[in-house]
C-alpha cells in the first residue's frame, strides 16, 4: 500500500462520522461518472462507450439483450467478455439510456 494511501486511512480513523459521509459524499462527486470496465476512447469504435480491453460497444450488447438474447448467450457470442464485464455495461445503460438508445437508432440507420 502507499504511503499516501495508509496516511489516509490514519486520517480517516481519527474522524468523526459526520466527517466521514462529508469525505464519501465528496468522492463520489470526484468520481461523478465513472464506471468500472467502460471506456470512451477517441478513435476506438467511433468514441462511443466499449467494454475495456476490447472493442465491444455497449450499445451493441444493449441491443442484443432487447432483441432476446440472454447474458449466457451475449458471453457465448463474445467469448473475450467476462461475466463483470455484462454487470458493468448494463450499469452504465441504465444511467446513459438516451445515449446508447442514440447509438442504436444510429446504427440501425446506417
Known amino acids: 500500500m502507499s504511503t ?3 496516511e489516509t ?3 480517516i480513523s481519527s474522524l468523526s462520522q459526520a466527517e466521514k459521509v462529508q ?3 465528496w468522492i463520489v462527486r ?3 461518472d ?3 470496465g467502460i471506456e470512451h476512447l477517441p478513435g476506438v469504435a467511433g468514441g462511443v462507450a466499449c467494454i475495456v480491453r476490447t472493442r465491444i460497444p455497449v450499445w451493441l450488447l444493449e441491443q442484443s439483450r432487447r432483441l432476446g438474447a440472454s447474458d449466457a448467450a451475449v458471453l457465448h457470442a463474445y467469448p473475450s467478455l467476462r461475466a463483470s464485464d455484462l454487470v ?3 450499469a452504465y445503460v441504465s444511467t446513459h439510456r438516451a445515449e ?3 447509438a442504436i437508432d444510429q446504427n440501425d440507420a446506417d
Do not use: R, S
Open 4 to 6: 499516501a494511501v495508509l
Open 9 to 11: 486511512e490514519k486520517l
Open 23 to 25: 469525505i464519501l459524499q
Open 30 to 32: 470526484d468520481l461523478g
Open 34 to 36: 465513472t464506471f468500472p
Open 88 to 90: 458493468n455495461a448494463w
Open 100 to 102: 446508447i438508445d442514440e
